[in-house]
């Protein structure tokens, strides 16, 4: 954050800082699995490893930056407390290892943070602060209680000990998978990609790094393209770990030495991604974590042969919005679809419709008729009806039935 601190240069966080953090945290942070994947390895058509880090106790990676930085202040610092602005992962992380520290934490998070985050900051002994409607306004914010109450601001990503912490994962990738070929990394503000990148291409400088960005977020691509920092305007994402309007400066200077490739992923291959850890590997990860399998499974990223580790960085994902993710997955897949048909209304039409779903192998989950705003002609009926289906093969069997059937539809 370049209006609370000085940026210090590229060269601040190198393999040595990143060993160092490694011998404060090692104690404490889970050094989280790497495990070799059939299911997904199938899928994407190489080896796949997944690193493991929504394990971690507060759910993420960020533990790692979080718990370096406050073992390098002072004893005065420490004391005094700390400041952060977060709405989540980083928010958690910095009061659960403050509490085990003796570090009083302060949080400023916008007006609208999860509840749960909220509450879990407070059961950790962290002082939350609400502010604005903006990830903006709470840095702001924070930026003035720091000066105004004397508190050490430590930032969710730009720092060279938050970079080095998260660094640490690419010694345990490299430990755990030695020959790995590429490691791909979650990027929202850029500490993760600087951290891993770093050490990896220290230790193993033949290995690819793949950033990837939500379509929604696409910061650190945007500002390689530019050349320097460039802020963007950020649309709501299934990832929102990284709806990051601006890369953090030292993060950027590092990364884009780092990273070999950037990609971005929509919002329908991340559903599909979060579906697909689920059902594969019986694993719930926030949309942060599955943008990895969601560029590793697109056909157009090169990966043939190659011994690949995804990082999945967190699995704080909000329960309410699991079951839309799912049907949003499902009906990417071609696993659920919706098809409203013109019908007579009169005695058996719904079952002649009912019929023809079951002639084709499709399960009904859901019925409505709609009178009240149906078509035109008084004698017609819609009927919306939400089918379980294999693919998009099978919806298209159905469709054939439909029109073989003279039966005028829509489809969703």
Known sequence: MRDLQTSPSADAVTLETILAAHDRIKEVIYHSPCPYSLSLSRLCGCEIYCKLEHLQMTGSFKERGARNKLLTLSNDEKSRGVIAASAGNHALALAYHGKSLGVPVTVVMPKWAPLVKVANCRAFGAEVIFCGESYDDARHRA???????????????????????????????LQDVPDVDVVIVPVGGGGLIAGVGTAVKALRPQASIIGVESVAAPTLKASIEAGKVTKIATEPTLADGLAVAEVGSLCFEIARRAADQVLLVDEVQIARAILRLLELEKTVVEGAGAVCLAAAMNPAVDLAGKKVVLILSGGNIDVTVISKIIERGLAADGRICRITAKMRDRAGSLARLTALFAAAGASVNEIRHDRQFGPPDVALVSISCVLETRDRDHISEIEQLLVAAGIEYEMK
């Open 143 to 173: 930026g003035e209680l720091a000066a105004e109450r004397g508190l050490t601001y430590i930032p969710g990503f730009d720092d060279p000990a938050i970079i080095a912490g998260a660094g640490t994962i690419g010694l345990e990738i």
